[in-house]
């Protein structure tokens, strides 16, 4: 069983940066941040795979940076250049099976361990 644990989130002007962490318990192979804003299907954001590869929406490519510290088995989130359209209840995925690699673009069903989330709030 994982435990997955989310910490960061906050509010921010448009530009600003955050910084999301999520500390995990128990093994883990892929893992991802998927994000849902108000009357919103949740989406994929960023993946970071077991082979260490990382993919990411096509919507924060160039602002948004995912990376794992494998001793502390803590997946990160930076975010920088932040819009109000990045506003949104952040998660914490993990992938249940062994895979190098997670199909993209991401599915909530691919996942099968999640965290409570993390509200990120930009202000235009």
């Known amino acids: 069983q994982v435990r997955l644990v989310e910490s960061g989130g906050g509010s921010v002007q448009a530009g600003g940066s955050l910084s999301l962490s999520c500390a995990a318990s128990g093994y883990t192979y892929g893992m991802a941040w998927f994000r849902q804003a108000p009357g919103k299907e949740r989406e994929g954001v960023a993946v970071r795979n077991l082979d260490r590869s990382t993919s990411y929406a096509d919507s924060v490519k160039g602002r948004f940076t995912i990376s794992k510290d494998n001793a502390r088995n803590t997946l990160y989130l930076q975010m920088n250049s932040l819009e109000p359209e990045d506003t949104g209840i952040y998660y914490c995925?993990?992938?249940?099976?062994?895979?190098?690699?997670?199909?993209?673009?991401?599915?909530?069903?691919?996942?099968?361990?999640w965290g409570q989330g993390t509200q990120v709030t930009v202000s235009s």
């Open positions: 995925a993990a992938d249940s099976r062994s895979r190098l690699r997670v199909p993209v673009p991401l599915n909530v069903a691919d996942f099968g361990y």
